[in-house]
């Protein structure tokens, strides 16, 4: 399979007959350079995306480091506007989120510490506030964990009723809420103390423990509970 640039009359044919090895083989047999020219012909429909690819693979050096670069590098290239970039962006996402799902899928947190390093790695670089549940079952085994909001977590942007309802999808035994300050000060404040005293009560009502509420940032974490902070 030649990888030269070829004529709009032609790369109609060329994409097709890519399309057709993929098909009857998979990547076997690709180079990089077809590899990540099949790709981005998913992104540049009506074009000759032989050269981008080319050009890709000379900025960055291989498959591999284009397809983890940095959007805003990735933009910088002459050829990628945001819809070619947000695809190849997205397949090394969809693989990890792939990873971590199966993996969760036999993953028990029964500790504070494994607690806290499971959530606090959903805090790194991120530059404003969020808001998870992690649902466990009786067992203390996983069962999912949903952003539950963006913004000042508090009950007007977090009503009791979104996290019970949350909590009792999930069919959990017990959960643990966790939010990030981007300040990277990891103490509760007034409204986190109040907040978590209110949600407490909410979920006893519906029969699912509070086990903690944690404090996230910059890949740190704070427990509530570990802290004598659940009550006060």
Not at 101 to 110: A, F, I, N, T, V
């Amino acid at each position: 399979m030649k990888s030269e640039a070829r004529t709009g009359t032609d790369h109609s044919g060329h994409r097709q007959r890519m399309l057709e090895s993929y098909l009857s083989a998979g990547l076997d047999g690709f180079s990089e350079v077809q590899t990540l020219e099949f790709l981005l012909g998913y992104a540049v429909v009506r074009k000759d995306v032989n050269p981008l690819a080319h050009a890709l693979l000379e900025e960055f050096g291989s498959l591999s480091r284009v397809l983890s670069a940095p959007l805003d590098r990735l933009l910088r290239v002459p050829g990628v506007g945001p819809r070619t970039a947000a695809l190849l962006r997205l397949v090394p996402e969809l693989w990890q989120r792939c990873e971590i799902g199966q993996k969760e899928k036999s993953l028990y947190l029964r500790s504070t510490g494994e607690i806290g390093r499971y959530l606090a790695a959903r805090s790194v670089g991120l530059r404003e506030e969020r808001a998870w549940l992690l649902s466990l079952d009786a067992g203390c085994r996983f069962l999912e964990c949903r952003e539950l909001c963006r913004g000042a977590v508090n009950a007007v942007n977090l009503p009791y009723r979104k996290v019970v309802e949350a909590a009792l999808l999930a069919n959990a035994s017990s959960v643990v809420l966790a939010h990030n300050h981007t300040s990277g000060v990891l103490l509760p404040s007034v409204e986190d103390l109040e907040f978590t005293r209110g949600l407490k009560h909410a979920l006893e009502l519906v029969d699912v423990l509070l086990a903690d509420h944690m404090l996230l940032s910059g890949g740190n974490y704070l427990s509530m509970r570990a802290s004598s902070m659940m009550d006060l």
